[in-house]
């Protein structure tokens, strides 16, 4: 394998055992790239950098949209509890509310409230 050293040990320890060495490379194989000449090493590694970069823009374009989502959610939040202060602010709110559930309901803003 052309290693020295920290895995020879592991290729002489599995030498005999062809099953597991089969199960190893199968493991390895999709990683395992053969290069015949530097113009291919180069082709290679300007794949990989342009891969790379790609993968930045879409980190980036991530980071953007994510941003960009929790600013509308703060805005919705924010817009939701405005308008539920302005519907229990509301008088008519309380009055259809005493209607469903059958009796008066004060509001509020109502003298008679006693909350």
Do not use: C
């Not at 020295?4 to 599995?14: H, I, K, M, W």
């Not at 374009?61 to 959610?73: F, I, S």
């Not at 939701?80 to 519907?87: D, F, G, V």
């Amino acid at each position: 394998m052309g290693e020295e050293g920290y895995l020879s040990a592991e290729y002489r320890r599995l030498k005999d055992d062809s099953e597991t060495m089969a199960k190893m490379y199968k493991q390895g194989e999709p990683y395992l790239a053969v290069l015949s000449d530097q113009t291919e090493v180069h082709e290679f590694r300007e794949e990989t950098k342009g891969l790379r970069q790609q993968v930045q823009d879409l980190k980036e374009r991530l980071q953007l949209q994510e941003e960009e989502v929790k600013r509308g959610n703060i805005k919705y939040q924010v817009e939701t509890e405005e308008l539920l202060k302005e519907l229990v602010n509301h008088p008519k709110f309380w009055n259809l509310l005493g209607k469903h559930v059958g009796r008066d309901i004060p509001g509020p803003n109502d003298s008679t409230n006693t909350k």
